[in-house]
């Protein structure tokens, strides 16, 4: 693939860095010539001195044949500019890095209106994966679909009060809007029906909503070790994302923050947490909040050695579940020998996360309604997300039942305005819903190729 | 320094090399010459010796390589090549010499055409078309032309490739480094088929175009007659070969863009505009200045064209003595000698883009003379020129500077006539070719000495690398030059970690 980066940052040099491992022609542009002298000595890569939303700069680096223009620049009015005009001048996708909480209520809205094939939100996707560690610790691997209204989780049944159960006997009793869409057994994987009996040791993937699968880890029992109380150091974009999606699961909240202005903006926008405005470093400020007594403590100051600092007070104050945010991949290495398990750092889950859809556009070259796509039970797996954008006939408007489909596919959930649905035979796939397909290792790279 | 990967690029190269000697062996044989049997020992050579350097690093070596590592091999491959290029000369016995040799092979893979032998006549077919050969890869690059062959992963090999290829910002024409070498090739393959076509079509016989279409090519200037051009009367011959090594004078990217149709960026190149207003003032001037000497204008036009392309690509072709020609006329071909092509293309010489840089430079200058607070950039086709270029146009100008100084001073030694040391010292650091007087259109260089004959040698290796590579490696040999890092003396504990 020809793929376009504009704006080399950390993000746009590990960028760099990965597709070119995974074979791709890639150009870069920057307005710093020294950092792109620097990038050009590093890799096989041809650079463009300029603005990422600059025609001649694009042009230059031969956007018309590009499949792919990534525009991770600092602003986020020059990665959707960036994107519009290359999108303009005939990139095939385009990805931008938005991170604006303002604009974050209408990602949608921009994406499909100014020809945006996927925004990125570092912090965004940092708070869903702190978010997941905090929920589901029994959790392997959390995928999020349809930004974050489809999960798709993936754990291991041990002592489950679903060994030896029907799956259809599991629906009925459960009575829980989730599937379960793959089941690994003994190295050999099953895309399973309702007469499928699910035993311990198997690892099982479940779709649905976050809310739903919730639910469902709460009903079998799986969720016992999930948090209960949080304390977030530092009132930046990542604790603000983070503290919403704990306050929407009910858990007990407390920020710290310095600055007297965001907390003001945290509390207002926060009406379920409790803002406390003081310094993180402060023990008996942390003391006097109750550190001894929350279930998690993340760190999330803009100095990487602080939260370092901080989770390690944490951990000797027998807090449980401690989250440290390290960006500096050289700090990365030092923590591994401190104890801190959790550790996250937006910008390699960022690079990380467009790496995904690079890859899932390799997968599916040739078809551009492919909007996602994970590999399951260690690749035995996909579960590749359509957008159905126009009538297709014999698929759209039918009921599922009526349709012929494929063995070894199944139909594990469809978003249809803004709500997702997990499909029974009554549901239909209608144009402009979000479809999302699990498949046993064979290539979907169209929806019409579920038909039979 | 990771020495390791650069004994495995040497031995590439060297192995790229013995490939190439095959060629000269299938023409000696075509010729029924007795040739092909040395040529054939001289590539099994070079092939054995490359196969060793290859072998030496072992299979898993570190194959990360940095600027130092791309400017040592690069110095050191050129090196290499030539002195393996020169075992066929000696083995024949058509130079028995070993300078002499040396002298001849790097005159020329770096596209000088400078020659020490006084009878080109007499040399047999393979060694006539092994030494015009050398042209045509040298022209593009030696490494350039691996690069096409072996894969380089990493991005050392830009280094390399920058090194390599002339001008004062090399870049890419497509992302991947192999593909930007494959194009630059097979635009070089195409123009120099086209041309000898073209020979072909005007009369001259298939052995002597092809030759002369290397020479051209690489704008080296070997050519197969005591006269060069001039033993060829047809105008036709000399007005193609003219046409064509401007058109080697020019940047190859180019070429590249008309092929995508992106004829703007050719019509605002200002490169090109300088060149081609170089070449017309040049030659209307010497055909003015000459024109009482010849007969007929049209003449005096095509000896004046001629020799301007000739100079100013640094090619070296001769089809008229312009020793006789006025002062004036030998004045204007000696200065064309320091301008040179085109950056990117395969003309050597000082470049026309670092001239215009360096104007746009002093006019910058004067104008902050007068108000000082002024603020103004250089600008190069309509885009601002980098801090990092200007300045390194600037220190290569001086650097140029002081290396030809330091040439004329030790050619002196021999005891030659100013005029002499000057223009040689000229012709062999452009890679021109011919000089004046004794060393000039129908003179050659095997009067000099062997000591001047190596310095013209390691002078005009420096001139096809642009200085840096052989400055390097000459720094890192001599460890005080090291940044004050006493590179030498740590090398025991460094190499744990770099190697």
Known sequence: MYVVIAGIGKVGRTLVEQLILDGHEVVAIDPDEGVLEHLSAAYDVMTVCGSGASRN?????????????????GTDEMNILGCMIARRLGARHTVARVRNTEYFNQLEFMRDNLGLSMTINPELIAAREIFGTLRFPAAQKIEYFSRGKVQLVEFKLEHSQL???????????????????????????TIPNGDFVLHNGDTITVAGSPSEVERFFRAIGALRSGVRSAMLIGGSRISYYLARMLCNSGVELTI????????????EMLPG???????????????EEGISRTDAFVSLTGIDEENIILSLYAKTQGVNKVITKVNNTDLRTITGGLGLDSIVSPHDLTANHILRYARSLQNALGSNNVETLYKLSGGRAEAVEFRVKENIPGLTGIPL?????????????ITHNEEVIVPLGDDMIRPGDRVIIISDDRRISDITDILA | MNIKMILRTLGHILLTESLLLVLPVLVSILYGEHDALMFLISAALCGAVGAFLSWVPGRHADSSIHAREGFVIVALAWICVSLFGAVPFILTGSIPGFFDAFFETVSGFTTTGATILTDVEVLSHGVMFWRSFTHWVGGMGVLVFMLTVVPMTGGGAVYIIRAEMPGPAPGKLVPRLKDTAKI??????????????????GG?????????????????????????IAHYESSYIHWVICIFMLLFGVNFNLYYFLMLRHFRDVWKNDELRV?????????????????DQYDAFSTALRDASFQVASIITTTGYVTANYDLWPEFSKTILVTLMFIGGCAGSTGGGIKVSRFILMKRVVCRGIKRMIHPRSVGVVKMDGKTAGDGVVEGAGVYLMVYCAIATGTVLLLSLDGFSFTVNFSAMASCFNNVGPGLDMVGAVGNYSAYSAFSKFVLSIVMLAGRLEIFPMLILLTTLIPRFNGGKRYGKNRSNRSSEEI
């Open chain 1, 273 to 287: 947490a409790t803002v406390i405005e003081g310094n993180g470093a402060d023990h008996e400020l942390l003391a």
């Open chain 1, 401 to 413: 039942r009526d349709l012929t489909i494929k063995r070894g596919i199944l139909v594990a959930s």
């Open chain 1, 256 to 267: 710290v923050d310095k600055d007297h202005d965001r907390c003001m903006q945290l509390s």
């Open chain 2, 275 to 291: 060149y081609v207003l170089i070449v017309v003032a040049a030659v209307a001037l010497i055909t003015m200045n000459i024109l």
């Open chain 2, 184 to 201: 630059l090739y097979f635009l070089y393959l195409i123009l120099t088929l086209l041309e000898v076509v073209l020979l072909c079509a």
């Open chain 1, 163 to 189: 060994d030896g159960i029907k799956l259809s006997e599991f629906y009925r009793k459960y009575q829980l809007k989730i599937l379960v869409g793959t089941v690994l057994r003994d190295d050999h994987l």
């Open chain 1, 57 to 73: 700069a694009l042009n230059e680096a031969g956007i018309s044949k590009s499949s792919l223009m990534i525009s991770s620049t």
């Open chain 2, 204 to 228: 001259m016989p298939v052995f002597d175009s092809l030759v002369h279409s290397f020479g051209t090519a690489g704008t080296g200037g070997f050519g197969i007659w005591n006269n060069s």
